[in-house]
């Protein structure tokens, strides 16, 4: 990252707006079990070409539901979910369980359930299932039915998203009224 001639301060505050002064900083005091960077003397080259690479690596696995959860955050004033971490979900292994499909729990939604979605990030989401499938829950530290939700045009997300994905647990049936 080379300093502009034209506009040195407007360029630091870009930096600072973005958040890469704070992560060139992070980066150079760095530490924990397997890194002490302060114990390393980083120069200024080899912290932004690192930091390059990790907004590189960033970039290369954001996914539609992770983005659309920020995007819901923003706009219900939820700034909360800022300072949690990412939750990157990654199977510790690709290997299904031995005992799949028979030790599988059978999915408790079929296809075209009318469901609403209950976690905390999701109020005012619902639609109907068109699909699912059995993936790691890095969160429950199992394999679990994942629903593909096809989300109704009321929904928060609607404008910008046709369509979700959601664990079992963070779905609820939609009890129609049949009175009216």
């Given at each position: 990252?080379?300093?502009?001639?034209?506009?040195?301060?407007?360029?630091?505050?870009?930096l600072e707006d973005?958040?890469?002064?704070q992560l060139l900083s992070r980066l150079s005091n760095y530490s924990d079990a397997d890194l002490d960077a302060?114990?390393?003397?980083l120069e200024e080259q080899e912290l932004e070409s690192l930091a390059a690479i990790l907004i590189g690596?960033?970039?290369q696995t954001l996914n539609g539901k992770l983005i659309a959860s920020y995007f819901n955050a923003i706009r219900q004033g939820?700034?909360?979910v800022f300072?949690?971490?990412?939750?990157?979900?990654f199977a510790h292994s690709v290997e299904l369980p031995e005992d799949f499909p028979n030790g599988a729990?059978?999915?408790?939604?079929?296809?075209?359930d009318k469901l609403r979605l209950v976690s905390p990030t999701s109020e005012g989401e619902s639609g109907v299932v068109i699909g699912r499938f059995y993936n790691y829950a890095p969160h429950r530290c199992c394999w679990m039915w994942h629903y593909i939700l096809w989300l109704d045009t009321d929904s928060c997300s609607a404008t910008w998203l046709v369509a979700t994905t959601a664990w079992e647990e963070d779905?609820?049936?939609?009890?129609?009224?049949e009175t009216v």
């Open positions: 990252m080379t300093n502009t001639q034209s506009s040195p301060d407007s360029y630091q505050q870009a973005f958040g890469i002064t302060t114990s390393m003397n690596q960033l970039t939820n700034l909360n300072h949690c971490p990412i939750n990157l979900e729990l059978p999915p408790q939604f079929l296809y075209g779905l609820q049936p939609i009890i129609q009224d």
